[in-house]
């Protein structure tokens, strides 16, 4: 068995992710923060250094207490994990196409199971919160107008927050019927969604304080006070200042962690309690499966609500209708059947 582990792992990465299988910057810095991790293990576990990992060092055994080092040492969750984990599940895929002496290995590590979680039910805020949050900013001055426009946008295309950092103005539609966004998202997968009016006011009010009205379409969209491409952490930081302006005036509401995923499934939640489709829910949010979609219907209460309500009454309408005459008439004949 060739001892070439460095060499492929760097081909790997340089080269696999990106450019054949075009795998997000985030799947990319996820992958590698495992790796990392991965090395930290060997090196705490088996006084290996990274520069002498070869694949005889390599085995379930050893895989399997990394996992296990991830939940005991790491404090690490089951969800993080799984992350981990699969992470060499893919290395190793590819390892098994380019290398066919590790074919055995390979599927050993390939067969180590995901370890079982609950799946959290996804919070949201309700439509009074929304308004709440969106009063927030103040729109007599470029920053506020600015954050608006990140707060709104972000809730009504139900984007990631990598997916509105990589907005870029030519992305942007506001000259047709309908004002669209074009999102580029997970897998460089893109999908152009529709933002309602009143967002797309907002936007044109932010194109006219910034002037970016007249900025080239690869410009980004949002950007900070340097003038570079917002990062997470600028938009995280955004929201939590306007959420906990908002949570002051109103300390009976947002009693959840509001975070920019939160706006994404309050969007989600909204749409499927005004009778969207599921399949256009799952295409609106840019879900490989409507199975991912489905968990907002089977775990929403108000939604579960509705739907017993609504069969109930269904059910009830089919129920006949019998007057005293023809309950009479029915007994009689029970008495008489089989006589």
């Known amino acids: ?24 910057v985030n799947t990319i810095s996820s992958y590698r923060d495992a790796f990392l991790l991965l090395f930290t293990y060997y090196g705490e ?9 070869s694949f005889q060092n390599i085995s379930v055994d050893s895989i399997t207490g990394f996992c296990h080092w991830l ?14 984990l699969a992470a060499v599940h893919s290395f190793f895929r590819y390892v098994e196409m380019q290398e066919p002496s590790t074919l055995g290995l390979c599927r050993e590590i390939l067969d180590i199971p995901m370890k079982k979680c609950e ?11 929304i308004k709440l949050l969106f009063a927030e900013p103040n729109t007599k001055n470029k920053k506020g107008i600015r ?4 707060i709104t946008l972000l ?76 990062t997470r952490p600028g938009i995280n930081h955004i929201l939590d200042k306007y959420v906990n302006l ?27 309690l005004n009778d969207v489709n599921l399949v256009y829910i799952r295409d609106f949010l840019g879900h490989s499966s409507v199975v991912t979609t489905e968990r907002y219907a089977k775990t929403n209460p108000e939604f579960l609500r509705r739907a017993i309500e609504k069969n109930a009454q269904k059910y009830m309408e089919t129920i006949p209708y019998y007057n005293q005459q023809e309950k009479d008439n029915l007994v009689e004949f029970l008495r008489t059947f089989g006589k």
Do not use: C, W
């Open 1 to 24: 068995m060739k001892s070439d582990f460095p060499e492929l792992l760097t081909t790997y990465f340089n080269q696999y992710l990106e450019l054949q299988k075009g795998a997000s």
């Open 45 to 53: 576990t088996y006084r290996i250094a990274p520069s002498g990992m």
């Open 71 to 84: 939940e005991t040492i790491r404090k690490s969750s089951v969800r993080t994990r799984n992350l981990r």
């Open 119 to 129: 799946q959290a039910s996804p919070v949201y805020l309700s439509a009074e919160e």
């Open 147 to 150: 954050d608006l426009a990140i």
């Open 155 to 230: 809730y009504d295309t139900g984007a990631r927050v990598s997916e509105l950092t990589g907005l870029k103005m030519g992305d942007i539609r506001l000259d047709t019927g309908t004002a669209t966004v074009k999102i580029h998202g997970k897998g460089r997968k893109q999908r152009v969604v529709p933002i309602s009016e009143p967002t797309a006011n907002i936007i044109k009010t932010y194109y006219k304080s910034n002037e970016r009205a007249h900025f080239k379409t690869e410009t980004y969209l949002f950007t900070n006070s340097r003038g570079d491409r917002l």
């Open 246 to 272: 908002a949570r002051g005036r109103s300390p009976d509401k947002f009693k959840i962690k509001v975070t920019a995923h939160v706006l994404r499934h309050s969007k989600a939640t909204n749409l499927l």
